[in-house]
């Protein structure tokens, strides 16, 4: 069983940062794929980011690119999302989720953490 427990979120003016980070307990394997979603309020949740356990390619939603940058740390089993240049269209709920390869999608999520960019 995978917990993931996000942290980091928090009002923001719009062009600042925020460091996300989401720390994973348990068993962890290799295959897993780690991803960043987030909803916003009245929308469905979307896609933001993902980042292989091990090697692999890492992918951003077009609204993101250039801006937001996942990276993990293996030893501490955490993933991060640095949010820079944030717009007020980034608010939102963001989801921490890994994807087991167990053929359901992503399996395990994290509760969430508030973040809110003002204009």
């Known amino acids: 069983q995978v917990q993931l427990v996000e942290s980091g979120g928090g009002l923001v003016q719009a062009g600042g940062s925020l460091r996300l980070a989401c720390a994973a307990s348990?068993?962890?394997?290799?295959?897993?794929?780690m991803a960043w979603f987030r909803q916003a309020p009245g929308k469905e949740r979307e896609f933001v980011a993902r980042?292989?356990?091990?090697?692999?390619?890492?992918d951003y939603t077009d609204s993101v690119k250039g801006r937001f940058t996942i990276s993990k740390d293996n030893a501490k089993k955490t993933v991060y999302l640095q949010m820079n240049n944030l717009k007020p269209e980034d608010t939102g709920v963001y989801y921490c989720?890994?994807?087991?390869?167990?053929?359901?999608?992503?399996?395990?999520w994290g509760q969430g953490t508030q973040v809110t960019v003002s204009s």
């Open positions: 989720a890994a994807n087991s390869r167990s053929g359901v999608g992503f399996d395990y």
């Open positions: 348990g068993h962890i394997f290799s295959n897993y794929i």
């Open positions: 980042i292989p356990w091990s090697a692999g390619s890492i």
